[in-house]
């Protein structure tokens, strides 16, 4: 029999940390949601102490979630550990993972604390948190650069204190595969009591390399990953989950273990994730990419006509390419409408809300054929925004665009309840439209980013916008959604806009720590 192969989701908290994906409480929740469909063993669900939002978002996950453990973060500081232990406490199994940098870089000059100091942290760090939970994880932040005596000296004692997970994390992305497999394996047989925890990784993707250190680490003994969805995380992102279980599947004439993901709901997460993120995934990404199951070669069609296995290692359906594709229509009724729904983890608070989804439903049924999951997710993620959203509504679009004339919008937008509108010009339709929202909230904001993807195929498909905007250093990303591509990209603007206004200040999880006494 196969080892079971630990699968620790962090897209609702290192996922969250790409700059503009930050997440509602209740989007948390819907993603926590189809984590647990896919059998995820841990969800880490955020970190309490960064702030108020963040302390509700993983109590309501702990509230919900009933079949994965539920997990918070904290520094080695009694506030987080506290704040973190206060999250999960709803939890049916809940875990505390606590963190302290151990390599020398980040000891000098960061926590400005010696290594005997550390030590002393960390141990103390593990035990106040097993005073409230029997299931702590700790992390020595930058193991991958830090000396292998110390480590070893630090996991020794965080696993007699208590630790009964201890993860190596690359947190820069610097190692090479064939390094890191070889320190989990050096940690393993050099750590006098290495059996009485659990050895997890957690492989940031600088170099592109997260997936690659990851597998190198299972295949020295590490028998827990820490991964997100599409990769998802700050910087170049974290080691993507569906490769992670993918490559340990389909290689089972290399690995000894296996995970108990139900892989057919993988595309479903991945699209969820996007879709609530704004981060679309490009077309070639493995196992969730519009391409990854796409045959365009002569020879690769006849190969795969002829027989699947000449160029598909993997089965389209067994990630769930073909097992969301339930069809709704203008003629489906509340019940169905309710019932698919709730199959895609979807619930409603109240007959209200269920009845303002399904006008939207239908409103989105006038307007194209056929309705797909993907639309309903992104029906859901819209109507969530425009709730959010009370600050900045868009009442009404114009635009005008026509061949050697230059394009005009006229836009009509409610601003704390009052009616404002603005006329505008721009190099597009889509330009003149964000010049005349500018003209009405000048937000003196520098627009980073925009980007458009379908959400199903063919021409009447939603199109998916996403606007990233910066003012003085701060960074957040708004979504839109519709088949009329230029009102997406309004809806995109002013959600972005509203982030900006009302979005709180959180801290973020690997800011040095000796300002809060460690």
């Given amino acids: 029999m196969s080892e079971q192969l630990i699968i620790f989701d962090t897209t609702l908290r290192d996922g969250e940390q790409s700059p503009g994906a930050s997440m509602t409480k209740d989007e948390k929740v819907r993603i926590a949601r189809q984590l647990e469909r896919m059998r995820v063993d841990i969800i880490e669900a955020g970190f309490p102490a960064a702030s108020p939002g963040d302390f509700e978002a993983v ?72 005073q409230y939970t029997d299931d702590v994880e700790f992390s020595p932040e930058d193991a991958g650069r830090s000396e292998i005596d110390f480590l070893c000296r630090v ?161 389209a359906e067994d990630v769930g390419w073909a097992a969301n594709r339930m069809v709704l229509g203008k003629h489906s009724g509340r019940n169905a409408f309710r019932t698919r729904l709730s199959e895609l983890g979807i619930e409603f608070k109240s007959e209200a809300e269920l009845n303002d989804a399904f006008e939207r439903f239908k409103d989105l049924a006038d307007k194209k054929h056929e309705i797909f999951d993907e639309d309903l997710q992104a029906l859901v993620t819209e109507a969530g925004l425009e709730q959010a959203d009370e600050k900045l509504k868009l009442v009404y679009l114009k635009v005008a665009s026509e061949t050697g004339t230059r394009p005009q919008a006229s836009v009509t937008l409610t601003m704390n309840g009052v009616k404002k509108e603005a006329h505008a010009e721009g190099g597009g339709p889509v330009d003149a439209a964000f010049k005349a929202i500018e003209a009405i909230v000048n937000s003196m904001s520098q627009l980073q980013l925009y980007s458009v993807s379908n959400i199903t195929s063919g021409t009447d498909s939603q199109g998916e916008v996403t606007v990233r905007l910066e003012k003085a250093g701060r960074i957040v990303n708004g979504h839109g959604a519709d088949t009329d591509i230029v009102i997406a990209s309004a809806k995109a603007y002013l959600n972005a806009l509203s982030k900006l206004v009302t979005t709180t200040a959180r801290t973020h999880p690997q800011a040095g720590a000796a300002a809060d006494g460690v």
């Fill in 155 to 315: 996991l020794e004692a965080v696993i007699a204190a208590g630790a009964t997970t201890v993860n190596i994390p690359d947190t820069v992305g610097y190692n090479l595969p064939h390094q890191f497999g070889a320190l989990i394996k050096t940690l393993r047989e050099k750590v006098p009591n290495s059996d009485k925890a659990v050895f997890s990784v957690h492989c940031h993707n600088d170099l592109g390399l997260a997936v690659a250190n990851s597998l190198s680490a299972v295949l020295n003994g590490a028998r827990q990953v820490e991964c997100t969805i599409n990769g998802l995380g700050e910087r170049a992102g974290n080691a993507a989950l569906e490769e992670i279980v993918m490559a340990v599947r389909t290689r089972r004439d290399t690995f000894i273990c296996d995970t108990r993901i139900d892989t057919t709901q993988i595309v479903p997460a991945s699209r969820l994730v996007s879709n609530i993120t704004g981060f679309p995934v490009q077309p070639n990404k493995a196992i969730v990419g519009a391409n990854a199951f796409a045959h365009e070669s002569g020879i690769h069609q006849d190969g795969v006509i002829k027989k699947r296995e000449t160029y598909e290692i993997m089965r």
């Fill in 59 to 130: 109590r309501a996950v702990a509230e919900t979630i009933q079949d994965s453990t539920v997990c918070g973060l904290a520094r080695a500081v009694e506030k987080d550990i506290d704040r973190a232990a206060a999250a999960i406490e709803p939890a049916k199994r809940g875990r505390i993972h606590t963190f302290i940098a151990t390599s020398p870089i980040h000891m000098q000059n960061k926590l400005r604390m010696t290594p005997e100091q550390v030590l002393e942290r960390a141990v103390w760090a593990v035990k106040r948190a097993r």
